[in-house]
């Protein structure tokens, strides 16, 4: 069974950057977008970005100019990170399982979540 | 980008009763849609993908229908359980979206 464990600092001040990791634990690493998600009191849910294991990647536009997503496949982690932060930025952070199938119909869904992470930024 | 719409934003329903969470997209996403269950503390958990189809594991109350920009989620008999928040999500194209969510409590 597939599990994602994430870690990362939680308290930030403004103009930091946030930085944390997820790792997966028991399948595969190849075939899959490994995903950034937040969650934000005002805004709800929202996605941040992807990787794939090749390092591909895709951001949201909004966030592109700051954010870095990257791939360590011999540990089978990924990681987010996050610059300039501000209060705008304090969200539960969840990294996610992004899995994609089907031809020429295709689905994708994010059926496996780590745990979350709560990021504060205060100074 | 494409926007997502969730209405209600909350609801109030008793235990047995149908729930319809609606959700509404800025443009035709086809049945590119998912629907998540979201519990204070705890991660997302995918209910429906493609519009309509349930997650394995996923009790059969839940259903998902529409196509195009208009969408529902339904819950046939509402159990204490399923007090959470609902989020639809579109896949159609990035940046992936999400509704604002639809609280639902016990009335």
């Known amino acids: 069974q597939v599990q994602l464990q994430q870690w990362g600092a939680g308290l930030l001040k403004p103009s930091e950057t946030l930085s944390l990791t997820c790792a997966v634990y028991g399948g595969s690493f190849s075939n899959y977008y490994w995903t950034w998600i937040r969650q934000t009191p005002g805004k709800g849910l929202e996605w941040i970005g992807e990787?794939?294991?090749?390092?591909?990647?895709n951001c949201h536009p909004s966030l592109k100019s700051r954010v870095t997503i990257s791939v360590d496949t011999s540990k089978n982690q990924f990681s987010l990170k996050l610059s300039s932060v501000t209060a705008a930025d304090m969200a539960v952070y969840y990294c996610?399982?992004?899995?994609?199938?089907?031809?020429?119909?295709?689905?994708?869904?994010?059926?496996?979540w780590g745990q979350g992470t709560t990021v504060i930024v205060s100074s | 980008d494409i926007q997502m719409t969730q209405s209600p934003s909350s609801l109030s329903a008793s235990v047995g009763d149908r729930v319809t969470i609606t959700c509404q997209a800025s443009?035709?996403?086809?049945?590119?849609l998912n629907w998540y269950q979201k519990k204070p503390g705890k991660a997302p958990k995918l209910l429906i993908y493609g519009a309509s189809h349930l997650e394995t594991g996923v009790p059969p109350r839940f259903s998902g229908g529409g196509s195009g920009t208009d969408f529902t989620f339904i819950i046939t008999s509402l159990q204490p359980e399923d007090i959470a928040t609902y989020y639809c999500q579109q896949y159609e194209s990035l940046p992936y979206a999400f509704g604002q969510g639809t609280k639902l409590e016990i009335k």
């Open positions: 996610a399982r992004g899995r994609v199938w089907g031809d020429p119909y295709f689905y994708f869904v994010m059926d496996v």
């Open positions: 443009q035709d996403i086809s049945d590119y």
């Open positions: 990787i794939n294991h090749s390092g591909s990647t």
